[in-house]
């Protein structure tokens, strides 16, 4: 099925895929899958006027009321799980498996979203003063930026719409300019949900298309409360200093160059499986997917070996194709950015297995390539950056403290794992003294996290937390109660003020 009719499925009307200046093409084999336009300041500044208007109403809205908007956004993604999955694959490129399994995580945070909305809870606490009961209470923070990447076209703003709204704040979202349809596509779900539920304030929830303008207003803009920013490091260090010198709240969630450890008595099995998936999969294109493999000197042979075979195993394709597991990268830029990490890697010493571009027939104009993986002698300043395309780097190292000490030398600090059957080594690595990324597995891969986890990750990570656990509290507003039930008036710090 082609990307009109999918659109017309998915309940977006021609006007707004069908007319814009800006071409939108498939990375599968540059088809034209639509045209958009772009809003211009003016466009996003009026959207989130509109969504601060939302705000007065919403706010107030009981929040399992506002659960039940987002149990009807879930079943409408249930309902349209094939086609929008699908749309991803189109604009996007991941395999169809993934495309689908994006619009699983969709449901899956709403399923979240709504036990939460029951559920936003604050403490009590002792009172020093007699006749006396503290409390805090969580409101609504205000308007929720949404600034999303093409890598995750639809999940990850799913994952803070669903929260921001169950949390009473409108959302204002900001789509990657590489992957409008979807987004355009995902909204016009949760519009349906909106409609069915009939009490959405209007301005509620909004998708603005565009480029860099669209951005800079939703960090800029005093009445975006919060504003959550998945991306490039770059990205975020141009997004956070715009949003603290207004005092807003930023929910970073940037780079990484997620490693795994594999010592002595990993399961190699395992490590195949894993490895292929974390950092072969999506292309290499996931803000979690592995980068660096640190390998105990004992079994660096054979399980490079083992990965360069497995490696050249790969089904490089049509991400449509059920066989395939490897589709295209997103453009050119990131074709090049990665053979220029490569032509690097040598110059440094590096011994480069595969990274080659593949020619997929009746998709020439795609950049595929097959995985790379590559040994490298250090961990030089190659290895510390991310690039973003399927490139390991294997090292070797000799005991679990060098092993730790390598893995955290870099500047990002996502997600990271150990293979392992010793539970010591297991235990040093989940403690204060392991891994310092905000995710630290053991026997899985770093990507791929649930959503009941918070996601995200520490230094140049950007520190912010989304998703599941008590991430819901950074779409809120904490009030600290005291208050009195007695006829006197005690202070605190047993304070003496005037007569008594
Ligand atoms: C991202 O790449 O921006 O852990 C998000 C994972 C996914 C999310 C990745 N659940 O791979």
Known sequence: MQAAELLNRLGVTRERFARGAFEVRSPIDGAVLGFVDHADAAAASAAVAAAHGAFRDWRVVPAPKRGELVRLFGEELRAAKE??????????????QEGLGEVQEMIDICDFAVGLSRQLHGLTIASERPGHRMMETWHPAGVCGVISAFNFPV???AWNAAIALVCGDPVVWKPSEKTPLTALAAHALLERAMARFGAAPPGLSQVVIGGRVVGELLADDPRVAVLSATGSTRMGREVAPRVAARFGRAILELGGNNAAIVGPSADLDLVERAVLFAAAGTAGQRCTTLRRLL????????????????YGRIRVGNPLEAATLVGPLIDGRAFEAMQAALAEARAEGGR???GERVTVPGA??????????????TQTALVWRETFAPVLYALRYRTLDAAI???????????SSIFTNDLREAEIFLSAAGSDCGIVNVNIGPSGAEI????GGEKETGGGRESGSDAWKGYMRRATNTINYSR????AQGIRFGAD
Not at 83 to 96: Q, S
Not at 452 to 455: D, H, I, L
Request: net charge negative.
């Open 352 to 354: 480069v297995h595969h």
């Open 405 to 415: 000490e390598l893995h955290n030398a870099v500047p990002q600090g996502l997600a």
């Open 83 to 96: 086609p929008l999955g699908r749309l991803v694959t189109l604009e996007n490129g991941k395999i169809l």
């Open 364 to 377: 020439e104009s795609g950049f595929y390539v097959r995985p790379a993986l590559v040994e490298m002698p």
């Open 488 to 491: 006197d008036l005690p202070l």
């Open 452 to 455: 009941g986890g918070a996601f």
């Open 295 to 310: 390998v105990h000197e004992s079994i660096y042979e054979p399980v490079v070996a083992r990965l360069v075979a497995a």
């Open 155 to 157: 999940a990850v703003w």
